[in-house]
Nanobody, 116 residues
Framework: QVQLVESGGGLVQAGGSLRLSCAAS????????MGWYRQAPGKQRDFVAR???????NYADYVKGRFTITRDNAKNTVYLQMNSLNPADTAVYYC??????????WGQGTQVTVSS
């Protein structure tokens, strides 16, 4: 089993920054990649960014140049640095883990609210 715990959400003004953290525990050796998704009220959950075990990253087009995903293997933690935030970025942000076997694992989510 893998458990994910997110932190770092909050309220920020447009143009500001936040850093989200996601700490993984349990069978972390089974994790191939970790990522972030977000879900705004009444909308589907959308992909934001992903980082593989080897450090390769990819991003949704709407966050490229503004968001950066990194990982600290010693702490089993993935970060999402979010800069130049705008109200359209308001959503619940979910950490995810894709494993060698089994379904995707989700964290509990952390709220990010960007005021105009």
């Amino acid at each position: 089993q893998v458990q994910l715990v997110e932190s770092g959400g909050g309220l920020v003004q447009a143009g500001g920054s936040l850093r989200l953290s996601c700490a993984a525990s349990g069978s972390i050796f089974s994790i191939n990649s970790m990522g972030w998704y977000r879900q705004a009220p009444g909308k589907q959950r959308d992909f934001v960014a992903r980082i593989t075990r080897g450090g390769s990253t990819n991003y949704a087009d709407y966050v490229k140049g503004r968001f950066t995903i990194t990982r600290d293997n010693a702490k089993n933690t993935v970060y999402l640095q979010m800069n130049s935030l705008n109200p359209a970025d308001t959503a619940v942000y979910y950490c995810s883990a894709d494993r060698t076997v089994g379904p995707r694992v989700w964290g509990q989510g952390t709220q990010v609210t960007v005021s105009s």
